[in-house]
């Protein structure tokens, strides 16, 4: 229970987590991790196939190439009966750095800061994995939602840096949120997200908030950007595109 969703089905974000997780040990078969000690994942992208209920998942991944820093990888998420869950493809990278600093040139336009922060006053989505990651409302107006999560000893990873797949569960929802914005609340309403691309542009120790924004509505179909930002400096930390 504590990986579903408000409305029952596996969690898009922890979904996400676990074939992130997949693709890096993948990657980590063929790196010399007593060396190569700058490891990160730089893009990943997914398609949602169907809704997990109620029932485990396993994610597999494969190295389809490696460049001299970078791998690619296809991974895929599927219940032990053979159903197909989500399925995507994943940039990892193990660059060497030996005798000098990476370097880092950044100036992201971002959206603009809410000039009045107004939390929802009852959220409909803050249920489930989401709870368990104490990811919290900032800000939500029609088509823009902000959201924060901390940085805890749950969130990180082996280096002590923000988990990619804690960023990419609040890339997910603060897309969504966007998207549920724009939606009457009423009897049977349902929606999914049927694709997530996220960019990792660097690594963070502190709390980040995510900012939404619907870009465009069809009738039925929602496309946001996110961005996901150091909660003190500001620092452009990952960027998302959900659909």
């Not at 599927?78 to 990278?93: L, S």
Request: hydrophobic share 40%.
């Amino acid at each position: 229970p504590a990986h579903a969703n408000a409305a029952g089905p596996l969690n898009g974000g922890a979904s996400a987590s676990l074939l992130l997780m997949a693709g890096m040990v993948a990657a980590w078969t063929d790196i010399d991790l007593d060396t190569e000690l700058h490891l990160s994942c730089v893009d990943m992208s997914i398609h949602y196939l169907a809704p997990a209920r109620e029932e485990d998942v396993l994610a597999e991944a494969q190295v389809v190439q490696r460049g001299r820093d970078l791998f690619f990888l296809t991974v895929a998420l599927r219940t032990p009966a053979g159903t197909p869950i989500c399925q995507g493809v994943m940039t990892y990278r193990a660059p060497d750095y030996t005798g000098h600093t990476p370097r880092l040139y950044t100036q992201p336009v971002l959206l603009p800061h809410p000039a009045c922060l107004v939390p929802p006053e009852n959220p409909r989505i803050l249920r489930g994995y989401v709870q368990k990651l104490h990811i919290a409302f900032q800000h939500q107006s029609p088509g823009r939602t902000r959201l924060s999560m901390p940085c805890t000893a749950m969130h990180i990873d082996e280096h002590g840096r923000m988990h990619p797949g804690a960023l990419a569960s609040i890339t997910d929802l603060a897309g969504t949120a966007a998207a549920w914005s724009l939606v009457p609340r009423r009897p049977g309403a349902r929606g999914a997200t049927v694709g997530m691309h996220i960019s990792y542009t660097s690594a963070t120790t502190e709390s980040v908030v995510a900012d939404a924004h619907v870009q465009q509505r069809s009738e039925e179909m929602f496309f946001s950007t996110v961005h996901v930002t150091g909660a003190t400096t500001g620092q452009l930390v990952a960027l998302g595109e959900v659909t």
